[in-house]
């Protein structure tokens, strides 16, 4: 044990966490316990005089293969250890994120929503959800508040919705759809809350090789694609090495605050392996924001911004490295996926933002535009919408139906789609999409291309990055002058 990893342990075994037992299990192993998690610092000897590599971990025992916070990096930097070190118990003491999810239906008497309320709870026993469903006049709620997570309005008390989000704040407040509550359709209503309050709708957990190119692409190449998705409640960094199409090793970073510096832990720890990143063909890295030439512009807050990812990695390591937009990526792999449109839009939008972001492929080719602005959305939003914006609208299925279906219209008409691919958790109707949409196309509605609700989006991120790498590496083309 080196001296840092000494250094390290005895900061971890005193670390000060309210309601939090920290046990030394062996000098490989800390665990620290709460009520409703589990962390663990786990180290692993590479030896040869080589770094330590740190991994940390939370598990909620309801979601134990979803780990609320998971990375490794190498024992170098006692400061960069102990700020990883304090993200992860700040997340471990966030207890809410592991609480039950407590639902709160409402009608006049109570007397429907009670019953409902029972059947709801009855599935979600079946189905295995963590969920509280609980029902109480709607008089009674407004005069008392309470801690839950959603409010459901009953179809004859909706008018009062805004009262209500008065009355609690920090819940999703919506209105039952009234074919749902009146034929107490349990699957239906159980969806609906699902898609509310998950982050993971459109962002499944399993690390699995479902998609597969359906184009005609030459996939002869070692390539690491580098994913980052940015999420309300936990960011997401997976990676992937394919050989020749095949996925030989794979992992994934999940912490509240993502940042440059998790690429450079994964390349780090993944060197320290035995998998030499020189060896590879090329790193394909896709993040948020405006990628230029490498740089990340427009996402500081989501810590990727102001930093030339591409050439810090490239001369590090020896490698050539491409930087690109997620949802160009996610875009790419709509289009390489299937053969049955030529040109598709990706819209993608996390619920409680009032703007998204696109990708679009038009006749097989991806649209980047001027500084690869194309897809960035907020100009043309405060266009739609002005600069004064109504937050509270991004935060219910009707609100964010009315945002996207204006985005949706103007690329309809500007470019005309064959298909737009949906990756929005409060949007899961494509039916009720299409139909908003609608009413602003009248007699002209046979012009609403197919919309497809995507369910697999960092999996589209990963095939489309894979696919714009090969197509750099096989037909390079010269940088832009602007």
């Given at each position: 044990?080196?001296?840092?990893?000494?250094?390290?342990?005895t900061?971890?075994?005193?670390?000060?966490?309210?309601?939090?037992?920290?046990?030394?299990?062996?000098?490989?192993?800390?665990?620290?316990?709460?009520?409703?998690?589990?962390?663990?610092?786990?180290?692993?000897?590479?030896?040869?005089?080589?770094?330590?590599?740190?991994?940390?971990?939370?598990?909620?025992?309801?979601?134990?293969?979803?780990?609320?916070?998971?990375?490794?990096?190498?024992?170098?930097?006692?400061?960069?250890?102990?700020?990883?070190?304090?993200?992860?118990?700040?997340?471990?003491?966030?207890?809410?994120?592991?609480?039950?999810?407590?639902?709160?239906?409402?009608?006049?008497?109570?007397?429907t929503?009670?019953?409902?309320?029972?059947?709801?709870?009855?599935?979600?026993?079946?189905?295995?959800?963590?969920?509280?469903?609980?029902?109480?006049?709607?008089?009674?709620?407004?005069?008392?508040?309470?801690?839950?997570?959603?409010?459901?309005?009953?179809?004859?008390?909706?008018y009062?919705?805004?009262?209500?989000?008065?009355?609690?704040?920090?819940?999703v407040?919506?209105?039952?759809?009234?074919?749902?509550?009146?034929?107490?359709?349990?699957?239906?209503?159980?969806?609906?809350?699902?898609?509310?309050?998950?982050?993971?709708?459109?962002?499944?957990?399993?690390?699995?090789?479902?998609?597969?190119?359906?184009?005609?692409?030459?996939?002869?190449?070692?390539?690491?694609?580098?994913?980052?998705?940015?999420?309300?409640?936990?960011?997401?960094?997976?990676w992937?090495?394919?050989?020749?199409?095949?996925?030989?090793?794979?992992?994934?970073?999940?912490?509240?605050?993502?940042?440059?510096?998790d690429?450079?832990?994964?390349?780090?720890?993944?060197?320290?392996?035995?998998?030499?990143?020189?060896?590879?063909?090329?790193?394909?890295?896709?993040?948020?924001?405006?990628?230029?030439?490498?740089?990340?512009?427009?996402?500081?807050?989501?810590?990727?911004?102001?930093?030339?990812?591409?050439?810090?990695?490239?001369?590090?390591?020896?490698?050539?490295?491409?930087?690109?937009?997620?949802?160009?990526?996610?875009?790419?792999?709509?289009?390489?996926?299937?053969?049955?449109?030529?040109?598709?839009?990706?819209?993608?939008?996390?619920?409680?933002?009032?703007?998204g972001?696109?990708?679009?492929?038009?006749?097989?080719?991806?649209?980047?535009?001027?500084?690869?602005?194309?897809?960035?959305?907020?100009?043309?939003?405060?266009?739609?919408?002005?600069?004064?914006?109504?937050?509270?609208?991004?935060?219910?299925?009707?609100?964010?139906?009315?945002?996207?279906?204006?985005?949706?219209?103007?690329?309809i008409?500007?470019?005309?789609?064959?298909?737009?691919?949906?990756?929005?958790?409060?949007?899961?109707?494509?039916?009720?999409?299409?139909?908003?949409?609608?009413?602003?196309?009248?007699?002209?509605?046979?012009?609403?291309?197919?919309?497809?609700?995507?369910?697999?989006?960092?999996?589209?991120?990963?095939?489309g990055?894979?696919?714009?790498?090969?197509?750099?590496?096989?037909?390079?083309?010269?940088?832009?002058?602007?």
């Amino acid at each position: 044990m080196s001296e840092l990893g000494s250094t390290f342990r005895t900061h971890v075994l005193a670390a000060d966490i309210p309601n939090c037992t920290i046990t030394r299990v062996d000098d490989e192993h800390i665990r620290l316990v709460t009520s409703h998690a589990t962390g663990e610092v786990n180290f692993y000897d590479l030896g040869d005089d080589l770094p330590e590599i740190v991994e940390l971990s939370i598990i909620d025992p309801d979601c134990p293969n979803e780990p609320k916070f998971f990375l490794h990096f190498e024992l170098e930097d006692e400061a960069r250890a102990e700020e990883l070190f304090s993200e992860m118990t700040d997340q471990l003491q966030q207890q809410d994120r592991f609480d039950t999810t407590r639902v709160l239906l409402c009608c006049t008497a109570g007397l429907t929503t009670t019953m409902f309320a029972a059947k709801l709870q009855e599935a979600a026993k079946t189905f295995s959800l963590d969920y509280s469903f609980e029902a109480i006049p709607l008089e009674q709620a407004q005069a008392g508040g309470g801690d839950f997570d959603a409010v459901l309005l009953a179809p004859q008390v909706g008018y009062q919705r805004k009262a209500v989000m008065e009355s609690f704040p920090d819940a999703v407040v919506v209105q039952i759809p009234a074919k749902v509550f009146a034929s107490y359709d349990v699957g239906a209503c159980l969806k609906m809350v699902m898609h509310l309050l998950s982050d993971n709708t459109v962002f499944p957990s399993a690390d699995k090789d479902s998609l597969k190119f359906v184009r005609d692409l030459k996939n002869d190449r070692r390539i690491m694609v580098i994913t980052c998705v940015g999420r309300p409640r936990n960011g997401w960094t997976g990676w992937r090495i394919y050989d020749h199409g095949t996925i030989v090793a794979h992992g994934s970073v999940t912490k509240a605050n993502p940042d440059w510096r998790d690429i450079e832990d994964i390349l780090s720890t993944l060197h320290m392996r035995d998998w030499k990143v020189s060896d590879l063909d090329a790193i394909g890295i896709a993040v948020p924001g405006v990628v230029n030439r490498g740089s990340v512009a427009f996402s500081g807050q989501r810590g990727y911004g102001d930093y030339e990812l591409g050439r810090v990695i490239s001369e590090r390591y020896g490698v050539k490295v491409f930087v690109d937009n997620n949802a160009n990526a996610a875009a790419v792999g709509c289009y390489v996926s299937q053969d049955t449109y030529d040109s598709v839009v990706l819209h993608t939008q996390q619920t409680g933002f009032l703007v998204g972001g696109q990708g679009i492929v038009i006749d097989g080719r991806l649209v980047k535009g001027r500084t690869n602005y194309a897809g960035e959305l907020i100009s043309l939003h405060n266009a739609f919408y002005g600069t004064e914006r109504d937050h509270e609208a991004a935060w219910t299925p009707e609100g964010m139906r009315q945002i996207v279906a204006r985005m949706l219209v103007a690329d309809i008409a500007l470019v005309a789609p064959d298909a737009i691919y949906v990756a929005v958790d409060l949007i899961y109707d494509m039916d009720a999409l299409r139909a908003e949409i609608a009413r602003y196309f009248g007699d002209e509605a046979g012009f609403i291309p197919d919309l497809v609700r995507v369910s697999d989006y960092r999996e589209l991120i990963s095939l489309g990055e894979l696919a714009l790498c090969l197509q750099k590496l096989h037909s390079p083309r010269p940088h832009r002058k602007h």
